[in-house]
């Protein structure tokens, strides 16, 4: 999603076969986008957290709504309030500067990536998200997330929100100190980006 734009490049299939949270797996199952649609509320933005246990199945959700919206706080953190941040697992940023003349951008890596976020956070009439249990309580919680995003007449879609980052090239597939990816389920998205998005455009950062 480029800054200012509706558009969005990959369409999630909506589901999240497998999600990899704090270092464990978790079959997550799909997610129903009539569900996620159904929790919008008029002039406001809403965010929900469902907590699962390592079985996968639901045992606690929290709810939020805001009449102003939430904050992208950094590259991969989304501010719900004072209290709760929501970290977007298993992705980076790329180190230092960064340019990508067809998109228009000339910046740090870290500046593009926030801004990326911003704009999906800011235009999501609904934050779906997913942790285990374990980060219930925490004030920076590993979550998964789905977006619904609504234009009458051009745009009426629930997309996996770390999927379409990776796709556009704003973030990338961190890795364990193995050397294995933190979230092989977006594999496929990275591939996207790599073809010229983002981070991508910029000869240094291929190399990096």
């Known amino acids: 999603m480029r800054i200012g734009s509706v558009n969005i490049y990959v369409k999630s299939t909506a589901a999240l076969a497998v999600c990899v949270l704090a270092g464990q797996t978790w079959a997550g199952g799909t997610i129903d986008p009539a569900y996620v649609k159904s929790l919008a509320a008029p002039g406001k933005t809403v965010a929900v957290v469902e907590y699962y246990?390592?079985?996968?199945?639901?045992?606690?959700?929290q709810g939020f709504a805001s009449p102003v919206g939430f904050l992208a706080v950094s590259p991969v953190d989304i501010e719900i309030n004072q209290k709760t941040r929501l970290h977007l697992y298993g992705l980076e940023t790329c180190s230092g500067e960064m340019a990508n003349r067809k998109e228009g951008f000339a910046g740090t890596c870290?500046?593009?990536?926030?801004?990326?976020?911003?704009?999906?956070?800011?235009?999501?009439?609904?934050l779906f998200c997913r942790a285990f249990l374990t980060e219930r309580e925490a004030p920076r919680q590993d979550v998964t997330c789905f977006g619904y995003y609504y234009y009458p007449g051009s745009l009426d879609?629930?997309?996996?929100?770390?999927?379409?980052?990776?796709?556009?090239?704003?973030?990338?597939?961190?890795k364990k100190p193995d050397g294995a990816l933190m979230r092989p389920d977006l594999a496929e998205a990275e591939k996207i980006g790599r073809g010229g998005f983002g981070m991508w455009g910029d000869p240094r950062v291929r190399g990096q």
């Open 53 to 61: 246990d390592p079985a996968g199945k639901v045992v606690d959700r």
């Open 110 to 126: 870290a500046d593009f990536a926030r801004q990326e976020l911003e704009v999906m956070v800011k235009e999501a009439k609904v």
């Open 157 to 174: 879609t629930v997309d996996n929100v770390e999927e379409q980052l990776v796709s556009v090239g704003a973030l990338r597939l961190a």
